[in-house]
């Protein structure tokens, strides 16, 4: 029975004049009340009575609320509800109601230490921390959560050895957006890829903990964007879509268009998901691409130069791309790091859920790309992505060859050579190719840059100069346009 149903079972009915009680004088919170030995004179009525104090008991406390302090022969009228129970049942009665109060005081430290030890476990980095169950909190408090990440910049720099010279102020900017317990174990990862024990927080955020320690280091070269994304990526994110879907919504990302198929096919295969993500593009007067920070150029922070998304950069030449570095690199790597980092705990846990944070880590990267598109600007539907996506529709196999030769042969580039081995039949089909394959980009163009439509026989030197006229205009826009009008198969 509950300590204070124990308390108020004696009705006036149940006193009899002459008969001792025990008359509570305090009620401590985590013992027996203290009871004084009184001795029933009147029944008074009203809920009353009045009582002599027999053995004033136990001294009680001063100053404490309620406690109530009685003198020995003491005469008093008190209320019924006072009166605990007839004396002799007090010993046991005392005991019981002080082992439940006992008990009850002992869980309630318990669990505030418990709720202590996890409060400051939140920013104790344990390489060997087994991955969580889940990490979605379901209390936030704001004063709590800065200080703890306050906290956890100084881990930064202790488990980082970045020595006297780092500040805490540098490294929170990287330290924001993802759960403090998330933020802690991935500061329990190497940042160089030492793989931890199977299973546990040190080998499931390594790619995460190098993003943040790229992404510190700005002067370094960023990572490429097929070194970093594989195929548990693509299934996160639509996986996420198929979520969203099954809740009736949709999940729109930007567009990517259809690329053509010569076209690496990892790349291809990656591009419906992840095609969007933006890649930087360090500054340069020659024809290669560069990553910021590639030793090889000079160039602004990745931050303020060119970009593009990575679907666009996967139909350059690879003879396009920097030997140094690579070529382009991914841009935003903090939201990046926040995106490797939900798919990699999705992935450990077998990919049967997807928690709260790890949806808004996906969309805190959809946002970053939603921002460098603003900063160009950039329509949803640019010019090369309608290039592409009508140039892929259709496109030829190796009949191109034929109608490429025939458009692109000078009188240097020995072409003609190649064609003098056409029949008048297969000219004639080269030729109808070419104005076809022309006519339908140049429908993708803008009015302003449309030419006038070739005629049905038109001939072979004005669709030369229609093939050099639209490669000088098209030069900045759309990469390879010669595989996207003939697609070329096993050219390099």
């Not at 004696?10 to 509570?24: H, I, M, R």
């Not at 800065?146 to 990287?174: H, M, Q, W």
């Amino acid at each position: 029975m509950p300590s204070h149903e124990m308390l108020t079972i004696v009705k006036q009915a149940d006193l009899s004049v002459g008969s001792e009680y025990a008359f509570q004088t305090y009620k401590p919170y985590d013992a027996a009340p203290v009871a004084a030995r009184v001795r029933v004179i009147s029944i008074d009525g009203r809920g009353k009575v009045t009582v002599k104090v027999s053995d004033p008991g136990a001294k009680v406390p001063k100053d404490r609320w309620g406690a109530r302090s009685v003198k020995r022969n003491e005469r008093l009228q008190v209320t019924t509800r006072d009166i605990i129970c007839p004396w002799e049942e007090w010993a046991d009665r005392a005991a019981s109601i002080g082992s439940e109060l006992a008990a009850r005081a002992a869980a309630q430290r318990s669990n505030w230490s418990e709720h202590e030890r996890r409060r400051a476990d939140r920013v104790v980095v344990d390489a060997n921390r087994m991955l969580p169950d889940e990490y979605d909190e379901q209390h936030f408090y704001e004063d709590t959560d800065a200080e703890e990440r306050a906290v956890l910049a100084d881990e930064y720099i202790r488990t980082r050895g970045l020595g006297s010279f780092a500040t805490a102020d540098k490294v929170r900017p990287l330290l924001v957006d993802l759960p403090v317990p998330v933020l802690r174990d991935i500061l329990a990862a190497d940042a160089y890829q030492r793989s931890g024990a199977p299973g546990t927080v040190a080998a499931v955020f390594t790619r995460a903990a190098r993003l943040l320690e790229t992404a510190r280091i700005t002067s370094r070269d960023v990572p490429l964007p097929h070194q970093l994304f594989g195929e548990a990526d693509a299934a996160y994110v639509n996986a996420i879509r198929d979520d969203v879907a099954a809740s009736g919504g949709q999940l729109l990302l930007p567009p990517v268009p259809s690329l053509p198929t010569w076209v690496d096919e990892e790349e291809q295969a990656m591009a419906p998901t992840l095609g969007w993500i933006r890649l930087v593009i360090g500054d340069t007067s020659g024809q290669r691409l560069h990553s910021p920070g590639c030793n090889t150029v000079r160039s602004r922070p990745a931050v303020s130069a060119e970009h593009a998304p990575w679907w666009q950069i996967m139909l350059e030449s690879p003879h396009r791309l920097c030997g140094v570095c690579g070529g382009p690199g991914a841009r935003d790597l903090l939201p990046i790091a926040g995106f490797v980092a939900a798919v990699d705990v999705w992935d450990s846990r077998g990919r049967d859920r997807i928690e709260r944070w790890q949806q808004a880590a996906f969309q805190r990267l959809l946002s970053a790309t939603a921002i460098a598109r603003t900063q160009v600007p950039e329509p949803d539907i640019t010019l090369a992505w309608r290039i592409v996506s009508a140039l892929t529709e259709n496109a030829p196999a190796e009949d191109g060859w034929a109608a490429y030769r025939l458009t692109a042969a000078t009188d240097w580039n020995r072409l003609e050579k190649e064609l003098e081995k056409l029949t008048p039949s297969q000219l004639e089909a080269a030729r109808v190719l070419a104005r076809d394959r022309m006519a339908t980009l140049v429908a993708t163009l803008p009015p302003s840059q449309r030419p006038l439509p070739l005629p049905q026989s038109v001939g072979v030197t004005k669709l030369r100069e229609r093939y050099a006229h639209l490669r000088e205009l098209l030069e900045e826009t759309v990469p390879q346009l010669d595989r996207l009008l003939f697609t070329l198969p096993g050219a390099y």
